[in-house]
């Protein structure tokens, strides 16, 4: 608190001073110091800079003007003019002016009409040359750039020179960024081995299989590598099993995503748990298995999309307890505003609350309803929804009734739009039963 108060110019004194007929503005005005005090003046600043900068500061202020109000063409022909401060004898002005040339440079090619691939590639380069310290991640990028554009090949060789290029000392930061490099070499391994399978028939010669096969040695090599050290790898890990998957080993595809999804080394990661579920769900796995997987994700994110999924193998496992534990996840996904209007969910929930139903469990369908009702009342069952829904969607409109029926509220003014739209409904008529 002293140094804050060191800092606004408040007097440490101040609790001995008697204020009592001084009014607050005054009081405020001999505790802290004008704001002027606490600033360099810019003027002062501005006095000792030279012709040549004070043109630079005014160009880059026209950039960022024109950037504004989106004039792309007019950003251009200042940028043109501001890159002469590459030439800047400053070692620290001419760095910082290269990445912003760099960074604005990019943002105005990509906004600007007439832009071309050549002008990305020209503009890179000179940056490469200019901005030795960035070279790297200009590399990157511009690989990045090319690799939308279709030019796999072009990519590559971007990412293979930035993977063997070293200067001075290396720093951390230069060594995430070559570490990232060198995962992207590898993806694009990948994408190059998918490329040559998909145009690779069964009737061709071995010779385009042996070039297939040796991008695959040389992804494999590299993601593996990637993918054992802990962090997010999601592209990664996804390249390196399907190819395990098409050469048949699963084995090792399947140890690949159960590491990613169960290391404590790694950090948490939901997709993890997704992609080990959607793996043994395409080998057939026991149900127990994919119910272990997606109790974990629910955990993690109890509003993801495979709740539904978890949910209906819960209803149908025969392990005692499963049955049980299906209504809370089905009611905690629509605890969420993103499902609010899921027909698919809602048909959930009623299909639940009917199997308990059938089973004389409703004792658990009320402790459920007792924690959200008003909420849910407020959430999901207000006039205007009705209205809504009775425009928009009838079939969730019809549904959404069933359920609060199902939950003791007949009298909610919601189902009167119901009432209305259908007609007086019975909820075990089969006749009305949404497919």
């Known amino acids: 608190m002293d140094d804050i108060e060191a800092e606004l110019g408040i007097s440490r004194s101040v609790g001995n001073e008697d204020f009592s007929d001084s009014s607050e503005d005054e009081r405020v005005a001999r505790k802290i110091r004008p704001p002027i005090l606490l600033h360099s003046s810019t ?16 160009c880059l202020k026209a950039i960022r003007d024109a950037m504004l109000h989106h004039h792309w063409q007019e950003a251009a022909q200042y940028l043109s003019a ?11 002005k001419q760095s910082l002016a290269c990445e912003i040339i760099w960074r604005l440079g990019t943002e105005i090619l990509q906004h600007h009409p007439n832009s071309r691939l050549e002008d990305f590639n020209a503009l890179y ?9 960035n070279y790297a991640k200009i590399c990157l990028e511009h690989s990045f750039h090319l690799l939308l554009n279709g030019h796999i090949y072009d990519a590559k060789r971007q990412l293979s020179v930035a993977a063997s290029w070293r200067y001075g000392k290396q720093s951390v930061p230069q060594s995430l960024d070559l570490k990232l490099i060198h995962a992207y070499c590898g993806f694009l391994d990948y994408v190059i081995w998918h490329m040559k399978k998909s145009s690779v028939s069964e009737a061709e010669d071995n010779s385009s299989n042996r070039e297939m096969h040796s991008y695959f040695r040389q992804a494999s090599v590299t993601l593996q590598e990637i993918i054992a050290q802990p962090g997010v790898w999601d592209p990664f890990v996804l390249s390196y099993v ?36 959607q793996f043994l769900k395409r080998h057939e796995a026991p149900p127990a298995k994919l119910i272990s997987i997606l109790k974990v994700l629910h955990h993690l994110v109890p509003s993801h999309e495979l709740m539904q999924e978890y949910c209906y193998l819960l ?12 209504l ?17 969910t809602w048909n959930c929930l009623l299909t639940v609350m009917t199997v308990f139903k059938r089973k004389g469990l409703q004792h658990l369908i009320a402790n459920e309803w007792k924690q959200r009702k008003d909420f849910w009342l407020t959430m999901h069952y207000r006039a205007y929804h009705g209205r809504k829904d009775s425009e928009l969607n009838r079939e969730l409109l019809l549904v959404k009734a069933k359920v609060a029926k199902l939950l003791g509220e007949h009298g909610i003014y919601y189902n ?20």
Do not use: C
Request: charged fraction near 25%.
């Open 242 to 277: 399907d190819m395990l998957e098409f050469y048949n080993d699963q084995e090792e595809a399947l140890k690949v995503l159960q590491n990613y999804a169960y290391n404590k080394d790694y950090p948490s990661n939901p997709n993890a748990h997704v992609y080990l579920y």
């Open 416 to 435: 009167k739009f119901s009432t209305e739209v259908w007609g007086p409904y019975n909820v075990e008529d089969k006749k009305r039963k949404i497919v």
């Open 315 to 326: 209803v149908n496992s025969v392990v005692p307890g499963h049955l049980e534990e299906s």
């Open 125 to 133: 380069e000179q940056m490469k040359n200019s901005g030795v310290k």
């Open 328 to 344: 809370p996840v089905v009611f905690n996904l629509l605890d969420y505003p993103s499902w609010k209007n899921d027909l698919d």
């Open 43 to 58: 003027a002062q600043a501005r006095a000792k800079e030279s012709g040549f900068h004070e043109s630079s500061r005014l």
């Open 82 to 92: 501001y890159s002469q401060t590459l030439e800047d004898t400053t070692v620290n």
